[in-house]
């Protein structure tokens, strides 16, 4: 009796302990992958020394109040407390005036279908928007694909996520960046040059 004593007491230390390395390990797992910021009023600042890390393969999402908290690796959340459009214009200001990246626009389809009846505000937001994107004609992508894409990428590269205080459904905005001074046409270019090369 007294060894199935010692031997429940044993198992219990086991659970316990293995509990607790477990946690450690989950909470050590969050803390390496993932980087909230909650200091509203000095996103910019903050946003402003990353951008010089940022490079080709690399996102930028300046989203609405309502994209979810993800665990993927490699994200960086920001909490910006500013609505979407002027949020967003700070950022494509400061990848403009940058020697090195240039965004792709990317925006939720679902967008094209809302009708001012269903999302009041969706005119006005997108005149604001447009306005702001000037010449740059975003791509449509379904809300759902941005996941696949934005969990493919963090894996590897880091992901920026500006929080907004936007309330429009939809109206998510997704930079992904590229080469400033390299383009597509170069790279196949240097391609067929590597092939014929000995």
Known sequence: MQNLNNMNKLINIGISGLLIILLSQISCCKNENEVYRTNKTDWK?????L??????????LVVDKAFP????PGLTIIDTGEKLVPALKY????IDGSTHVQPV??????????????????????AALNQVLGNAVPVPILHDSVFVKIDAASKLFSVVVLKTEETIPYSSIFLEL???????????????LMQIQP
């Not at 908290?69 to 993927?72: G, N």
């Not at 950022?91 to 400061?94: E, F, I, N, R, S």
């Not at 925006?107 to 006005?124: C, I, Q, R, Y």
Request: aromatic fraction near 12%; include cysteine.
């Open 45 to 49: 600042t903050e946003f402003q020394s």
């Open 51 to 60: 951008l010089p890390l940022l490079g080709h393969r690399n996102w930028i």
């Open 69 to 72: 908290l993800q665990t993927s």
């Open 91 to 94: 950022v494509l200001d400061q």
């Open 105 to 126: 626009v990317y925006h939720d389809a679902e967008m094209n279908f809302l009708t001012p009846e269903l999302v009041p505000g969706k005119e006005e937001y997108l």
């Open 178 to 192: 590229g080469c400033k001074y390299w383009n597509a046409d170069q790279e196949k270019e240097l391609r067929k």
